[in-house]
């Protein structure tokens, strides 16, 4: 058993830094998921959440069903840091990190479909020119703003009934 120990920041009875233990977890028991590492200035890998070649990020699932995030460093004087995460940040990680099939695994949904702004496509786009005179008398019929093309639609679906 590799015991890893859980500290925090916190300040001492004088109100200087320090850290204090929260608690710990067997690191051997617990699943690991490694960041994904992409190329990031044409030569070197780097992780997906440091963006630095000699920088990273672990996150683990304690056999206990707890999240640790695990922040790493390759510098000298730069020393690891383990700190409990939520799940909600555990499930952020992972999806930035391709893990679908972990997600729907590990909290029983898979990730919502992805969605841009606007609104969701109708139908494929037709391009027509129209005289200025006959926008004007669209747009006096149109309701509220940027809905031009539903009165089109509207019009279009009385015309052709």
């Known amino acids: ?32 998921f490694k960041e994904d590492r992409a190329v990031f200035d044409g030569a070197n890998l780097a992780g997906v959440h440091m963006r630095d070649q000699n920088r990273g990020q672990t996150l683990y699932r304690t056999a206990g069903g707890r999240w640790v995030l695990h922040q790493w460093s390759r510098w000298q004087g730069e020393s690891d840091s383990y700190r409990f995460v939520g799940p909600d940040a555990a499930r952020e990680w992972l999806a930035i990190n391709g893990g679908d099939d972990t997600i729907e695994r590990l909290f029983g949904e898979p990730l919502p479909p992805e969605s841009g702004p606007g609104r969701p496509e109708i139908g494929p786009m037709v391009r027509v020119r129209l005289p200025h005179e006959m926008i004007d008398r669209i747009d006096a019929m149109t309701v509220g703003e940027n809905q031009r093309a539903a009165t089109i639609r509207k019009l279009l679906g009385s015309a052709l009934s």
């Open 1 to 32: 058993m590799t015991r890893i120990s859980i500290t925090a920041p916190a300040e001492d009875d004088y109100g200087d830094p320090a850290v204090r233990l929260v608690g710990w977890f067997d690191i051997d028991a617990a699943e690991e």
